[in-house]
């Protein structure tokens, strides 16, 4: 059974940086494309960044270019998500989830990680 787990959330003040992990385990794990979503108090569930089965050519949302890089580590089979001058407003649960497919789509992910807890705060 595919299983996603991510980590590396925490505190961090305005203007600091974070780096969330999601390691998935599984058979063919090298051969699905992996998103990161986040999902912030009293708001819709955010889709920020999908990369693909290869790991080149990562997508981002548009509310998410510039402070947001996804990375992937195949033989760690862990997926990155760099964020870097956190605001107030990125605080969320932050969540990876795996596609049946190699390719990137902001639809069709069967397979969610539980979330890491991520509070920007002074």
């Known amino acids: 059974q595919l299983q996603l787990v991510e980590s590396g959330g925490g505190l961090v003040q305005p203007g600091g940086s974070l780096r969330l992990s999601c390691v998935i385990s599984a058979f063919f794990l090298n051969d699905r494309a992996i998103g990161w979503f986040r999902r912030a108090p009293g708001r819709e569930p955010e889709a920020i960044s999908c990369?693909?089965?290869?790991?080149?050519?990562?997508q981002y949302a548009n509310s998410a270019k510039g402070r947001f890089t996804t990375t992937r580590d195949k033989a760690k089979n862990t997926v990155y998500l760099q964020i870097q001058g956190l605001e107030p407003e990125d605080t969320a649960v932050y969540y990876c989830?795996?596609?049946?497919?190699?390719?990137?789509?902001?639809?069709?992910?069967?397979?969610w990680g539980q979330g890491t807890h991520v509070t920007v705060s002074s």
């Open positions: 990369i693909p089965a290869s790991g080149f050519g990562a």
């Open positions: 989830a795996a596609r049946d497919y190699q390719l990137c789509d902001w639809t069709d992910y069967d397979y």
